[in-house]
């Protein structure tokens, strides 16, 4: 699960800085403390609304976020703001950190938390975020979505796969500037981490992806509703990722 990943990397790294406070952890910048917890953040969003013990869980982390921006600097500046990760920061963000991964494990635990509703995908969809997409991922990000809340698993993960590789090849032309229609997806991404610009995060949403559309391809393969909503968070936060990148 991406959470845990990134709460257990926030944790790793609070505690090497707390017992090794030479070895400096950067706040911002691709994969670090910050982002990580954005990420994090971004994600319990998606499905508090539908897990109650997750929202008071869900502004702790933003509280996080934002006081960690509003100190931490994006790079070393003599007598400017911090740019590594302090101490004390460290100890406290740590225990937090822990005490997160503990109540995430237990609230994904319980039955029928896992439920992406409509009021949390209307939020998602911004009419903003709409226009990012071109008309053919756009529909099929939305009939996704729509097989989601009707408890139709299949069709949803079916539908969303395809919107990840249609997105995957168009990172690739971008990237690489050769058409990708006639490579596989196992192909592009060879090929994508030959590429030093490529960040790991991007990668490892491509190779969940991937994974889980192999298995799709066995002829009786059905999803469940929890991994078709997993399938939606990894492509929700692919194209949040590649559109940022574009905006750069």
């Excluded at 090794?20 to 982002?35: R, S």
């Excluded at 809340?149 to 079916?158: I, V």
């Amino acid at each position: 699960m991406q959470v845990a990943y990134n709460l257990g990397y926030v944790l790793e790294s609070c505690r090497r800085t707390v017992r090794l406070p030479a070895q400096l952890v950067p706040v911002k910048g691709d994969n670090f403390v910050l982002p990580m917890l954005r990420q994090v953040h971004q994600i319990i969003l998606y499905v508090a609304s539908g897990t109650p013990s997750l929202v008071s869980l869900s502004q702790e982390i933003s509280g996080w976020v934002d006081a960690l921006d509003g100190k931490y600097g994006e790079r070393v500046i003599w007598l400017g703001p911090p740019y590594h990760l302090e101490a004390v920061d460290a100890g406290n963000l740590a225990r937090d950190s822990e005490r997160w991964i503990v109540a995430i494990i237990s609230a994904y635990s319980e039955s029928g938390t896992i439920t992406i509703t409509e009021e949390a995908i209307t939020k998602l969809f911004t009419p903003k975020f709409l226009e990012t997409l071109d008309p053919l991922t756009r529909d099929d990000l939305v009939d996704g979505a729509s097989c989601i809340l009707h408890l139709l698993p299949t069709p949803a993960a079916m539908i969303l796969l395809r919107v990840a590789e249609n997105m995957a090849r168009k990172y690739s032309d971008q990237i690489l500037g050769k058409a990708a229609k006639r490579r596989s997806w196992g192909r592009i991404l060879e090929e994508l981490e030959k590429r030093e610009s490529v960040k790991k995060s991007t990668l490892g949403y491509l190779h969940y992806l991937k994974d889980k559309r192999n298995e799709a391809e066995h002829p009786d393969k059905r999803f469940s509703q929890e991994e078709a909503e997993r399938i939606f968070i990894q492509v929700k936060a692919l194209l949040d990722e590649l559109l940022d990148q574009d905006h750069r």
